[in-house]
């Protein structure tokens, strides 16, 4: 199955559901567990395995079109892992990814997109 870029499903759910705080909520949940996955697969394809899913948050919202969030992990070998992402224009249909990985505070990854359908997105 391809997973969907992480943030085209928070925005259809954002877009979708605008309007309404408890739907917020659902869209941002969407947008960490998306990340989540994202994550998961693009440092599996590194030959990075994590002890468990990352645990993701997302901060207040500063406006509709910002929203951020980080996650925090370990590998199977016990290194931290650090994940910081933002998308900007979030409520439109062309957000702005971008994400960034660190393991043990080294830089493993630096993307606009996670996930395994980020390659054969169009840009």
Do not use: F, H, W
């Not at 990340?35 to 645990?55: M, N, S």
């Amino acid at each position: 199955m391809r997973r969907v870029p992480a943030v085209a499903l928070a925005v259809l759910l954002a877009v979708t559901l605008s309007g309404c705080k408890v739907m917020q909520r659902i869209s941002d949940g969407a947008y960490r567990n998306a990340v989540t996955d994202g994550v998961v697969d693009e440092l599996k394809a590194k030959g990075i395995e994590l002890r468990d899913r990352p645990a993701c948050e997302s901060p207040g919202r500063e406006t509709d079109s910002v929203v951020r969030v980080t996650c925090t992990a370990e590998t199977t070998t016990g290194e931290p892992v650090a994940v910081n992402g933002i998308a900007l224009a979030a409520d439109t249909d062309r957000p702005r990814e971008s994400y960034v990985v660190t393991v043990d505070g080294r830089e493993v990854l630096r993307k606009d997109c996670l996930g395994l359908g980020c390659d054969r997105r169009g840009t």
